[in-house]
């Protein structure tokens, strides 16, 4: 079974920070920044490690809720097994966010309206949801099950 991490990090207005993917042969598609969970890692610390690369040092807090997208079973024909959390973090400073991250690879800006992409590129039914309830203050503190 795979375990899989994203970090979804919210600008003070209410923009989120997406990578390019990168794939070999396909243009690049707008990602939020993710990474596999080592064996013995906690997943929380291993958004962070994620995370980390994503913005190097710059000032961030951690959200309180944690999206969850648990391992199927039976697994579909052709795919393998993964449990998915997605941990919001904020930038703490006031302002616009920098144009750029320190990401190894392209970043930039995505604003609500371009949320609901990321529910097919990401592999993360409800991410959308996920993100605009924790910004609306309506989705509870704690862990939420993303899914079918």
Not at 46 to 59: C, E, F, K, P, T
Not at 65 to 78: K, M, S
Request: with cysteine.
């Amino acid at each position: 079974m795979r375990r899989v991490v994203f970090a979804a990090l919210l600008s003070r207005d209410g923009r989120l920070a997406l990578v390019a993917d990168d794939l070999p042969g396909a243009p690049p598609r707008w990602v939020l920044p993710s990474g596999s969970v080592r064996a013995t890692e906690p997943y929380r610390e291993a958004a962070v490690r994620v995370l980390r690369d994503a913005v190097g040092a710059m000032s961030v807090r951690g959200g309180t809720v944690e999206g969850c997208c648990w391992a199927q079973v039976p697994v579909p024909v052709g795919r393998s097994r993964r449990e998915a959390h997605v941990f919001v973090f904020r930038l703490a400073a006031a302002g616009a966010p920098p144009e750029h991250l320190p990401w190894k690879r392209a970043t930039r800006w995505a604003g609500p309206e371009q949320w609901q992409e990321l529910c097919t590129r990401c592999d993360l039914p409800d991410v959308d949801v996920l993100l605009t309830g924790y910004l609306d203050g309506w989705i509870p503190d704690g862990r939420i099950t993303l899914g079918p």
